[in-house]
């Protein structure tokens, strides 16, 4: 059954190599709620408020969609661009969409590949708990792509996994996070196995860190990012 317009790929096409979040599309809020309750949710929404006069969004592997959801909720005059790689995914962003999907453009594509089309740069950029699909290189490599695209008073909110470095790191979020992985891996097909130092990526790339809010002793961040002007250091 071939995809939808909205639904097919631009710029490039999701193959091998790629993983396959379409069987997660269904059961993937359940699945959040087992095993991390609200925590997830909290860290999408922790900066939705900086986004209130942002009007042209980048939002890479946002899932099924619920923060592009309360975004376009929050925000009526912001437009999307969404990139996944997976059709399931995208699919359940626009349906989440409800009546504000005029105001989202789904795009069909691997991120690491993804390239913007010519027109209005991004004033936002937003990937939550994306970030550690990749490794370290793919990240900045995104991260330098992009922001040649994005407006000087640009904002990146993201949210990840992190290992605080103390004992709980240690003992608790490094096991659970190896876990997760695994249990991803079979799932998806994904082949990173360990979180990607996103800080250190997006710093080479240009940006620089203005908050960082943690969650669950630090097992989860949420965290604000600007674009860095050329001519500093």
């Not at 437009?79 to 997976?86: F, R, Y």
């Not at 708990?129 to 290189?137: I, M, N, S």
Request: charged share 20%.
């Amino acid at each position: 059954m071939s995809l939808p317009p909205e639904f097919r790929p631009t710029n490039n096409d999701p193959s091998v190599g790629t993983p396959n979040f379409n069987r997660l599309a269904g059961p993937y809020r359940w699945m959040e709620r087992l095993t991390f309750g609200p925590c997830l949710a909290w860290c999408r929404f922790a900066f939705l408020a900086r986004a209130a006069s942002c009007r042209h969004a980048l939002v890479l592997g946002d899932g099924d969609g619920r923060f592009a959801a309360r975004l376009l909720r929050a925000n009526p005059h912001i437009h999307i661009d969404a990139v996944d790689a997976s059709s399931s995914m995208l699919r359940a962003l626009n349906e989440n969409a409800g009546p504000h999907a005029a105001r989202v453009r789904t795009h069909l594509a691997d991120a690491r590949q993804w390239h913007p089309a010519a027109g209005s740069p991004y004033d936002l950029v937003v990937t939550h708990f994306f970030l550690d699909c990749l490794t370290t290189d793919e990240i900045q490599s995104v991260a330098t792509r992009l922001r040649s695209t994005l407006s000087p008073t640009a904002l990146w909110i993201v949210s990840e996994f992190a290992i605080p470095p103390n004992w709980y790191g240690r003992l608790v979020a490094r096991p659970l996070i190896a876990l997760l992985y695994r249990g991803f891996g079979q799932l998806t097909g994904l082949t990173v196995r360990t979180l990607p130092d996103h800080p250190t990526a997006l710093r080479s790339a240009g940006f620089t860190l203005i908050e960082r809010r943690p969650r669950l002793a630090g097992l989860l961040v949420s965290e604000l990012w600007a674009v860095k002007p050329f001519n500093l250091p």
